[in-house]
């Protein structure tokens, strides 16, 4: 199926990924993962079979396409919540912005909950695969994305608030997204607002609690 949208076939090759990612999400949000397939993502970008398996070698390549840009987006919150400027420092300021900057990525996650859900099918479905299976190590991917925005989130707002960290940082980290997403996953269940709220407050004081001043 050739594209009869004027200046599609114009497209480089990573403008073509990315559009190609973002109709297997359209996808996706309206079916589940499920509802993702070559022939669907063809046709819901208009271009031809051929266009897709040029740009993605089968549809496990496209899915963690899909996977690795719904992490980013979550958790580009974090790295963004960090404002510019000099900030306030110690500890009292680190919790203050580490309590925005997971309140942040639990508002992206209210306001696009498919998205998250997605991150969850996916995961399952990745570790329920054979471990031959190209899928299988999806899951470990996606855990090591957010483990390398959420260093790269404690580095900078310690490193800002004058405060170094007591406890091993990935350690730390680790601990941290695992209370961050239990809060949204349990916030997909009951979505009571408030209770997310004072988990991700009790999160960041218990990470504040894990700094020192300098």
């Known amino acids: 199926m050739r ?7 114009r497209l480089s ?3 073509r990924r990315a559009q190609l990612v973002e109709c297997a999400l359209t996808l996706a949000d309206r079916g589940g993962m499920s509802a993702v397939t070559v022939r669907g993502v063809a046709e819901e970008a208009k271009v031809s079979l051929g266009v897709v398996h040029y740009c993605f070698d089968d549809k496990e390549q496209l899915v963690a396409a899909m996977i690795e840009k719904v992490i980013a987006e979550q958790l580009e919150a974090l790295i963004g919540s960090i404002p510019t400027g000099t900030l306030a ?21 209210a306001e696009y909950p498919d998205r998250w859900l997605l991150m969850i099918e996916s995961m399952l479905f990745s570790l329920r695969q054979p471990i031959e299976s190209a899928s299988a190590g999806q899951a470990m991917v996606q ?4 483990e390398k925005y959420g260093r790269a989130y404690l580095s900078e707002i310690g490193e800002r ?13 680790r601990a941290a997204l695992q209370m961050l997403f239990g809060t949204v996953q349990w916030w997909l269940v009951d979505r ?7 988990s991700l407050t009790v999160v960041a004081g218990w990470i504040a609690d894990s700094a020192s001043p300098k």
């Open 3 to 9: 594209s009869d949208v004027p200046g599609t076939r």
């Open 13 to 15: 090759v990573e403008d």
């Open 89 to 109: 420092t110690g500890r009292d300021a680190l919790r203050t912005w580490v309590d925005e900057a997971l309140t942040a990525v639990w508002r992206r996650a």
């Open 143 to 146: 855990h090591q994305t957010a």
């Open 161 to 173: 608030c004058q405060m170094r960290w007591d406890i091993e940082e990935r350690t730390l980290v």
């Open 192 to 198: 009571d607002d408030a209770a997310a709220r004072n």
